[in-house]
């Protein structure tokens, strides 16, 4: 089965740029989708496909993708974002699993 | 507005089952494959289970294969997992999620219903 990996934790100061990873075999042939999680709170989905952004999801969120790498970028991050942040996507197996990666715990220093 | 409620969580011995229940509202639930998302106490996510939008299709992770079961039932706009031959491992919030084009984007999220196997 597929495995995507990611840090688990980054540190970024207020209102600075940070950029979180995550890497796996799967995501040469899907895109990532990374979901934002706060303590006690269900995961929300922050951004999916090539580069979208539900709505009401800020625009200092982006995503990115390059080989097996998928990149979650927030620019100018705010108090709000520190948070568990998750990548996910299908697996390339062709039976449709899926696979999260081990998750990025985020502070805002 | 979309919603999703999981219930059926509790407490349960080890080899024990257990039906978890996710009802929907808000939107055609039968257009919408779903899946189960599970998260141990202080851990990350992990990926159970997905079924397709009628119900035809079903996959699962491999530490559940064989004991879980998927189904929906587009009637009643409810998604089940039932959880046999339950282990300590499986001990975690269940969570229900909107996949929203097939390709595990999971849009939204219920509020999680806790599994506790404990003797």
């Known amino acids: 089965s597929s495995e995507l990996t990611q840090d688990p934790a980054v540190s970024v100061a207020l209102g600075q740029t940070v950029r979180i990873t995550c890497q796996g075999d799967s995501l040469r042939s899907y895109y990532a989708s990374w979901y934002q999680q706060k303590p006690g709170q269900a995961p929300v989905l922050v951004i999916y496909?090539?580069?979208n952004r539900p709505s009401g999801i800020p625009d200092r969120f982006s995503g990115s993708s390059s080989g097996n790498t998928a990149s979650l970028t927030i620019t100018g991050a705010q108090a709000e974002d520190e948070a568990d942040y998750y990548c996910n996507s299908r697996d390339s197996s062709g039976n449709h699993l899926g696979v999260f990666g081990g998750g990025t715990k985020l502070t805002v220093l | 507005e979309v919603q999703l409620v999981e219930s059926g969580g509790g407490l349960v011995q080890p080899g024990g089952s257990l039906r978890l229940s996710c009802a929907a509202s808000g939107f055609t639930f039968s257009s919408y494959w779903m899946h189960w998302v599970r998260q141990a106490p202080g851990k990350g996510l992990v990926w159970v289970s997905r079924i397709n939008s009628d119900g035809s299709s079903t996959s699962y992770a491999d530490s559940v294969k064989g004991r879980f079961t998927i189904s929906r039932d587009n009637a009643k706009n409810t998604l089940y997992l039932q959880m046999n031959s339950l282990r300590a491992e499986d001990t975690a919030v269940y969570y229900c999620a909107r996949d929203r084009d097939g390709y595990h984007v999971n849009d939204y999220w219920g509020q999680g219903t806790l599994v506790t196997v404990s003797s």
């Open positions: 496909g090539k580069n």
